[in-house]
């Protein structure tokens, strides 16, 4: 780890997105996502299942106030992951136990869209939320609705199935940017509290836990950086470093010994920096991951970084699937054993792309090495973006490769496959989760050091660093013409990369290759116009994934593409396609060469073997983030090739 | 249906196999099998789970002994599928619902071996086992250890869950081979006397249930072919009659309202004449669909039996794994839907074939077709065979087509897929299904009527039928050579099932044939003689099982073979076979000329398609039944075809 590599992404309210394709999905947050999501929270939208989130804090608000009068507050069980009408007492807490975090994420995408348009009413609908949500604070900061509404003397009893950490991590993390958008410190004073609290309570010769599920550590790097105090580095940290202690806390809490490595789910089989693997949940893995990276940066801590490259390095080469989407099964959302990318059974999980890019993010900004941007490219074009409808009214949680709707209908080992997209789930994590990735993805094109501005995506947009005004234009996605803009008051190198899938590429001005960016000296304001050669391709997954032998997928730049029952027939297991086609791009498809094997006509399963006839047919993809977009069909990334 | 079609099979007394192929098996069941599985009955193996089963027995003996003493007796809570020594209480009853069945499974197959060897130490053991277990019965003729020791008064309380019907279904199957092999009456009385309670129980203005687990439908007829008492015939009818009626007993128990089909699991969800696709429980299904057969013969329903029809249609054209094996999903140990045949994640359960071959030999009772020998022979030399070791010490209940031994380590929704098989479990259906299925292998060879003696399987031995003395000399397995000698005393005919693998045979006397048989006119003492050509092939899978798409298995006359590491080396998915190979039979190979792609040694998983290099190799196969008796390895049935 070198200190002079380090660079800094630039903060979402100096950046100013103008991309004919992000201000299109910038558009559909602010206009049908964030609007939706509000009445959501409210409980407002007809037919769909009940968040109960604003209710909660509601409810905790009337506790924290009739505990201030001094009037008796009735306690109910701790006991359940969901509680709803049916199972618990209508005045109890209602929902996940991590409910309360929705609103948290909702308000951190409504900072990000406040940063971009000043928008009165909306920040108005905000500050009404955040009065709810302070309302329900107790005294010394605490601020769960689960804890508060049913019982709190057993606030912290139970951190690895609770989410109070979690919570807290969501509020902190809003507040920032809530603060960071509008000067406001309401809520920022709320989780500062909270924050306080939490660093009296954990450490050494305080309570020895951590987080079930992590996000506390990240939240607390960023309250570190706002506020400059260390003891929430200090208690990150320590999350870290006590996770995965023998004999385990988990197991202390409830009593038992484990003997063998347990708690995989958690990340918490064994120390964070001795972990070479990435198991277990992949959200809260890559959380974890984000969250060392965090502090390796600000600490120096050469173990900690080094473990997150072996890690990233887990993930990318082993874990990741070509539209980088992570956690292969959903018993657990976990990662499975490497090389195992089962397309049909895929969990991949929007939620954990988002996360994903956070880790990329983090890595870049201790050493940029394209790769790692390259990873935050895939996952964004492809996954993340897959997640949301066209219209932004409806969600993907699990991103497959391979659909047949009639397995995610009748095979059990395929019912979180969904063959559309849903509306608001009453565990809403990742539409809000994409919210707020999508209203700050101008924090993930560039980042900036002493000696070096670093364009890592090429959106189009003005970006205030602290050395130099860029502006990008870009047609990256269509031409893969590129052209930047940089004004700078002092002598600076300008790295842009150079995108893995690009294998010819031109600039206007000279340059060097290091670490996959192409490199100049820049003084003053100068221009530089970039062209990556842009065309459809085949991309074969290396054969150690058993799932993909013989198959091939299609590319164009950043995007993987797709075959649909709607524009290729049923059966696209038929299909195979020809490993010397010619590509077209036509009518928003990319055509190419293929065959389609004739469906078997014998009753019987099995005959002597014979070749199968296959007609020639011309194959129509499409970008895979807009699948399922056209009703219940088949889909499928990965192609057979007749050689 | 057509009486004069209708044949019998020849019962096991007039059965005497001398095959080398078989009495090998034979021999492995009764030196090893069945003295193994009396020790574990009375928990005397040590290092495996407990049976507890003779345990239970003796429990209920005593509970007997005190209730006819006027002593007082405890009640325990009949509340779990599973009861051990930490979950209950030390004199409740241990082990699964259904472990009563285990040693009627047991019982029926020393039954079916002292009709073959007299054996006076092995009578004299079983003996014993029926006292004990005729002590545990109740005065009203009930017999179930569970309710016995646990609780009298919830007796057939929840016929969904529990297994009383079913464990009387084996009690009755062993009682009547037990009767037959020795005239000892004792078991089989209380086998009568049992189902005389249950007939006064069930039925129209009795208790209206029906079994959640089938199986006491093909004992009750059972019952009255031996007896003639045509209640039994009537309550089994019942108990089809009732299923899947509206609303359902199982709700009206449970004091519920199911709105949509449910029950699919116990094939409840409609009644069973108006089912046309297998569904749930796989074993449960066969064991419905055999009884169906059974009733539908005996009392000429012609409803009944055009549902058998269609339901064998979709379990062979649709459900079939080539090896036989049915239950594509270990969700229910179910099956899947159409054509959803997933090697790796199957669970093709043993009992499930063995419960198949029930169905296929009363089809073909009931109407001679070859294509239900077929079946028999598919799932007789493949799935059943494969489930036991070759030291008859070990036994898979689950059979796949493909095995990657990390992934049954890694990958929870392959924790079924056992590797290696496994010693006696406490959930041990398959063994001893297993083992009376074999010592009773030679009812499947034969079937006779007044004018016609079929010839099913071709297996050496000596068949006392009715009208005619049959000695089967068999080399089927490796020449395809078979000599028949039919002695018989009075004019009739021989039908020779051509099996259809074999497309060239031929026979030394002139032949018709008829429905996939050879069939000559025989009188007196005739001897034919058959050579079926035997030889390896690859075999297609139907296009419309997605997952053989571009594969090929190979097979050997009645046996598929397949791919073990041991003998092709770690990544079994990187061979393919030459559409054009010569095969060899070698030192118990079948190799063949094939192809390996070189493993890619790129780290990242993506890149740019390129062909493989791909080298010349000499595949091994070895027949599926054996695979897994060298130490846990990769295991596929299914190849790439290089065309």
Same sequence: chains 1, 2.
């Avoid at 939208?45 to 509601?58: H, M, T």
């Avoid at 001094?70 to 109910?76: A, C, E, L, M, N």
């Avoid at 490993?579 to 060469?593: L, R, V």
Wanted: hydrophobic share 35%.
């Amino acid at each position: 780890m070198n200190e002079k590599n380090f660079s800094n992404h630039i903060e979402p309210g100096y950046i100013k997105i103008s991309d004919n394709f992000w201000n299109g999905k910038l558009e559909l947050v602010r206009k049908e996502v964030i609007p939706y999501q509000y009445e959501a929270l409210h409980d407002r939208v007809p037919g769909a299942e009940k968040s109960y989130c604003i209710e909660n804090f509601l409810k905790a608000g009337e506790v924290i106030k009739k505990i201030k009068e001094g009037k008796s507050v009735p306690s109910y069980p701790v006991d359940k992951w969901v509680y709803n009408e049916t199972n618990c007492d209508k005045n109890a807490f209602h929902g996940w136990v991590f409910q309360d975090s929705d609103v948290y994420k909702w308000l951190e995408g409504v900072a990000y869209l406040l940063m971009a348009y000043a928008d009165d009413n909306l920040q108005k609908q905000a500050e009404e939320v955040i009065d709810i949500i302070c309302a329900a604070q107790m005294d010394n900061g605490y601020l769960d609705t689960l804890y508060i509404i049913n019982n709190r003397d057993e606030i912290f009893s139970n951190l690895k199935d609770h989410h109070e950490l979690y919570c807290f991590g969501h509020l902190a993390e809003a507040a920032t940017a809530f603060y960071k958008a509008t000067g406001k410190r309401k809520l920022l004073d709320a989780a500062l509290k909270f924050a306080d609290l939490i660093c009296d309570t954990f450490g050494e010769n305080k309570i020895k836990g951590y987080p079930g599920h992590e996000i506390a550590e990240m939240a607390l790097v960023k309250l570190f950086d706002l506020t400059g105090k260390k003891d929430y580095l200090k208690t990150a940290l320590f999350f870290i470093n006590e996770r995965g202690k023998k004999p385990y806390y988990y197991d202390m809490v409830l009593g038992r010994e484990t003997k063998e490595d347990n708690y995989h789910y958690n990340q918490a089989h064994k120390e964070p920096r001795k972990q070479t693997e990435a198991v277990g949940h992949a959200v809260r893995a890559v959380y974890l991951f984000s969250a060392m990276a965090d502090i390796a940066k600000r600490t120096g801590d050469e173990e900690l970084y080094t473990a997150c490259l072996k890690l990233f390095d887990n993930i990318e080469n082993k874990k990741m699937y070509i539209t980088g989407g992570i956690g292969a099964t959903v018993d657990g959302e976990a990662f499975s054993f490497n090389y195992d990318l089962p397309n049909d059974l895929a969990y991949s999980e929007t939620c954990a792309s988002i996360g994903l890019i956070f880790f990329a993010m983090r890595m870049l900004e201790i050493s940029p090495d394209a790769h790692f941007a390259d990873v935050i490219e895939r996952a964004l074009y492809n996954t993340v973006l897959s997640s949301m409808a066209e219209d932004g009214k409806a969600f993907f949680y699990v991103n497959p490769l391979e659909v047949l709707p009639e397995a995610s209908h009748k095979d059990s080992r395929k019912y979180h496959v969904k063959p559309v997209r849903q509306k608001w789930f009453s565990c809403a994590c990742c539409p809000p989760n994409l919210a707020r990735l999508i209203t700050s993805v101008g924090t993930y094109c560039l980042s900036e050091n002493n000696d070096m501005i670093f364009i890592h995506q090429y959106i189009g947009g003005r970006f205030t660093a602290k050395n130099a005004q860029v502006k990008i234009e870009s047609d990256y996605l269509s031409s893969g013409k590129v052209k930047i803009e940089i004004n700078s008051q002092k002598k600076t190198g300008l790295a842009l990369r150079v995108p893995s899938w690009c294998k010819n590429f031109s600039f206007s001005k000279e340059y060097k290759i290091k670490n996959g960016y192409a490199v100049f000296e820049i003084c003053g304001s100068v221009t530089v116009e970039a062209i990556f050669e842009i065309k459809p391709k085949l991309i074969k997954c290396s054969n150690k994934v058993r799932e993909n032998i013989g198959k091939a997928a299609v590319s164009y730049g950043p995007f993987i593409y797709c075959l649909e029952e709607a524009d290729n027939g049923k059966n696209l297991h038929l299909l195979s396609i020809n490993k010397n086609t010619d590509f077209e791009i036509k009518d928003g498809f990319i055509t190419a060469d293929g065959y389609k094997e004739a469906e078997s006509n014998s009753v019987g399963l099995y005959s002597d073997y014979n070749i199968d006839k296959k007609d020639p047919v011309k194959l129509h993809f499409v970008p895979y983030y807009t699948w399922g977009n056209r009703g219940e069909n088949e889909m499928e990334v990965y192609i057979r090739v007749k050689e």
